[in-house]
């Protein structure tokens, strides 16, 4: 999938039927199942978080399957019931201070069965889809064991009371935006209060850019302070404890240009917050929140064309999810590794025979010219990346445009013609 780039199955085969029977049935081996494949997201994972403070980004994304009513593929709704499709809740873990991109963690995959008729309120978290926040966080714990710190991040969907209170301890905070206008333990109300602090700072920062907008520098006016929130009037929390000390940090754009939506991030942690800067790192880090976005891009549309895939069936389709998963973080690694970031080990992306192929290859492109000798150490990504980039076209001039996705998706493409079964083998089999 890393090399084709695509996960339509009979495309990926290249027209080999065998192949293309060998992938489906993968797929439909009962042995085959998407908790075991979630469990391997993680093996290069937990070592590439050694020693380092971890940010566990969390979010939610619906991939839509096309269907018609004779033809459902099993699959439930998806958005307000206009579509049908399955749920995506990974958990991807980002260097906090440099944002290279260390891989899968965790995370739950899946399709809706009918509509929920009880009113949210009155259902047990465990029943409500929101327990997948709290269910990722704490799978994590042990997987991220060897880092020094971990903090898990989401966007205003993790803004959960059950959260905050479940998952920070010692070396483990939550990073939210905030979504509801929560009560505070003295009776007042969050954004009352947050409306009483007054700006501390101010500072230009860049936002990437998205979906249906370009990057743009916005000018932010910072607040923070220490809440205190009560715990809401719900019998399932009664287990938790009455208040919870946590800290609120408040950027807002007061003049954002005519047509653009002002950014507003009001964001909840247990991280310390006593100065402007450890107030403005957590911004940074929430910031980090961005490339879990370029996840699903890469995954949905832009990269692995997802949604364009022709498997029958939903729990075949929720196997193929998972998969591709794991192949799209590849993805933006040697993406990331391109650009230079910090040393990025070979083995976040390459087993010990890739990088055993990529060192033939290598050797073999450093004989064609002399001048032209990979700049990178062999035991980082950056090395892999510069082969692959060879591979793909790129001439390898330090003068010349960075090689694009497009050449690398070519050198995969030869990379993986010479390392035959490999991206199966090795990239893609749990
Ligand atoms: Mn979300």
């Known amino acids: 999938m890393v090399a084709g780039k695509d996960v ?254 002002p950014l507003r991030w009001r964001l909840l942690t247990t991280h310390p917050v006593t100065t402007v800067e450890e107030a403005w790192r957590i911004v940074e880090w929430y910031k980090r929140r961005w490339l879990i976005e370029q996840f699903f891009r890469v995954l949905k549309t832009q990269g692995f064309r997802l949604e364009d895939s022709q498997v029958a069936t939903a729990e075949r389709l929720l196997k193929l999810v998972v998969i591709a998963a794991k192949a799209a973080v590849i993805t933006i690694q040697l993406l990331q590794a391109r650009d230079g970031r910090a040393h990025q080990p070979i083995r976040l992306a390459f087993d010990a025979s890739a990088v055993a192929t990529l060192t033939a290859l290598n050797r073999n492109l450093e004989a064609q010219s002399k001048r032209l000798r990979n700049p990178h150490p062999p035991d980082s990504l950056a090395w892999a990346t510069w082969v692959i980039s060879r591979l793909g076209g790129w001439d390898g001039y330090p003068s010349s445009k960075p090689p694009g996705p497009i050449t690398m998706k070519n050198g995969l493409e030869y990379f993986h013609a010479v390392a035959a079964g490999w991206s199966l083998r090795d990239v893609c089999m749990p």
């Open 8 to 261: 339509c199955l009979r495309r990926l085969a290249k027209g080999v039927r065998g192949r293309e029977v060998r992938f489906n049935r993968f797929l439909g081996n009962a042995k085959v199942t998407t908790e075991r494949v979630i469990e391997s997201w993680s093996e290069g994972t937990a070592a590439a978080a050694e020693g380092r403070h971890v940010l566990a980004i969390q979010d939610t994304s619906e991939i839509n399957f096309a269907t018609t009513a004779e033809r459902r593929r099993g699959l439930g709704e998806i958005g307000k019931g206009n579509g049908r499709g399955v749920l995506l809740h990974p958990m991807l873990a980002v260097d906090a201070d440099n944002g290279i991109c260390l891989g899968l963690v965790s995370g739950h995959v899946w399709t809706r069965q009918g509509r929920c008729t009880v009113s949210h309120d009155l259902r047990d978290l465990s029943d409500k889809e929101s327990q997948r926040w709290i269910a990722t966080a704490l799978a994590a714990k042990p997987l991220l064991a060897k880092a020094a710190m971990m903090t898990a991040l989401g966007d205003r969907e993790s803004d959960i009371f059950a959260l905050y209170a479940n998952a920070a301890e010692r070396r483990f905070h939550v990073i939210a935006r905030s979504m509801h206008d929560r009560k505070l333990a003295d009776g007042t109300g969050l954004y009352a209060a947050s409306e009483a602090l007054a700006v501390v700072d101010q500072r230009a920062i860049v936002l990437p850019a998205r979906a249906q907008r370009a990057e743009r520098i916005a000018q932010l006016e910072l607040r923070f302070g220490a809440v205190n929130l009560a715990r809401p009037q719900n019998k399932f929390l009664r287990h938790l404890p009455k208040s919870l000390p946590l800290n609120y940090v408040d950027v807002r754009e007061p003049d954002a240009r005519a047509g653009t939506e």
